[in-house]
């Protein structure tokens, strides 16, 4: 399973767009990137999921470089209510494999 | 999408006696779902894989004899804390995999244990 690393922590303040990177270097060729949110006391919430160059939805974009060794998740304009953990997390999106979360970074956001 | 219910929500028990936590994939079949701890401030834990019809898998350094884990349907899975300990107060998160949807592992909204 491929391990991934991000930042502990973030900062941000209203309305600023947020980039936060995942390292993963041994990422294998059937794995997906997936990225999910949690709040306190919640369980983790899918936001965005991709394999290469750039997929957005409604509410993030991620961006994936050509060798895959890492992805950016972006949340444009973030507002209080994003103040969360978000974790990166890399698996085979064929396989029902076991999700190893890193530490996930959180990110604070201020007004 | 794909909805994974977990109950109780919130759980507080005697030191000693059990408590089990139901997890329920609502809209699809789930033969596969994964249970979570996470103590404050921390990252999740995997604890164990359950198996439709099958002896769950449990990760190193997680007591199965404490934690026992039953799956007997494609939509239920129970976590069952055996003779709970305060040290054993934690969140406590279930997960499952539809294929279908397309957004991979959908998680359960966790069960807070506390152990008095």
């Known amino acids: 399973l491929a391990k991934t690393t991000q930042p502990i922590s973030m900062d941000s303040y209203e309305g600023q767009e947020v980039n936060i990177t995942c390292s993963h270097n041994?990422?294998?060729?059937?794995?997906?990137i997936t990225w999910y949110q949690q709040f306190p006391s919640q369980g983790p919430r899918f936001i965005i999921q991709?394999?290469?160059t750039k997929v957005t939805n409604e509410v993030a974009s991620l961006f994936i470089p050509a060798d895959r060794k890492s992805s950016t998740l972006s949340l444009p304009r973030v507002s209080l209510s994003d103040t969360a953990v978000y974790y990166c997390?890399?698996?085979?999106?064929?396989?029902?494999?076991?999700?190893?979360f890193g530490t996930g970074t959180r990110l604070q956001v201020f007004p | 999408g794909a909805v994974v219910s977990q109950h109780p929500s919130r759980v507080i028990c005697k030191s000693g006696t059990s408590v089990k936590i139901e997890c329920r994939s609502l809209?699809?079949?789930?033969?596969?779902m994964f249970w979570y701890r996470q103590f404050p401030k921390q990252s999740l834990m995997l604890m164990a894989t359950?198996?439709?019809?099958?002896?769950?898998?449990?990760e190193q350094g997680v007591e199965k004899d404490k934690f026992l884990i039953n799956h007997a349907s494609l939509t239920l899975s129970t976590l069952t804390v055996t003779s709970a300990h305060p040290e054993d107060s934690s969140f406590y998160i279930c997960?499952?995999?539809?294929?279908?949807?397309?957004?991979?592992?959908?998680f359960g909204s966790g069960t807070r244990l506390t152990v008095v």
């Open positions: 997960s499952a995999r539809s294929l279908g949807t397309g957004e991979g592992y959908t």
């Open positions: 359950s198996n439709e019809g099958s002896k769950a898998t449990y």
């Open positions: 997390l890399v698996a085979p999106f064929y396989n029902t494999d076991k999700l190893i």
């Open positions: 041994n990422i294998a060729t059937n794995d997906y």
């Open positions: 991709g394999y290469k």
């Open positions: 809209d699809f079949q789930a033969t596969t």
